[in-house]
């Protein structure tokens, strides 16, 4: 079973909805200390616990992804699933939607939700 960690630009609400589908997802927003860490700290995190990293910051995270192993990095379009409070369910069925047919990245992989 694929693990995620949603960095935190993304709430733990949206987390919670991927869990009620029964996805092992935790948010980067729900875990004391990692908050307002550095991108290095998210990653580390993510990898230590075999969790691929969802995140829209992909400049930042692309280029540590090639300097750093990794769990896998999933990289979001910010202009076609926005983070607003109405486009929440459709982000959350696009991830379990990716999650359940095997298209999110593994080990040292990065790729795109689409």
């Not at 959350?92 to 990065?110: I, K, M, T, Y």
Request: net charge negative; with cysteine; glycine share 6%.
């Amino acid at each position: 079973m694929t693990r995620l960690m949603l960095d935190e630009m993304y709430s733990s609400s949206l987390a919670q909805m991927l869990r009620d589908q029964g996805h092992d997802v935790v948010a980067v927003a729900a875990i004391p200390g990692l908050t307002a860490s550095p991108d290095e700290a998210v990653l580390d995190a993510a990898t230590s616990d075999a969790r691929c990293l969802v995140t829209e910051n992909v400049h930042d995270f692309a280029v540590l992804a090639r300097h750093a192993s990794h769990a896998g990095l999933l990289l979001v379009n910010s202009r076609r699933w926005p983070r607003h409070h109405a486009a929440t369910k459709r982000l959350a069925d696009a991830l379990a939607r990716a999650l359940a047919a095997g298209q999110v990245p593994g080990p040292g992989e990065v790729g795109w939700l689409s």
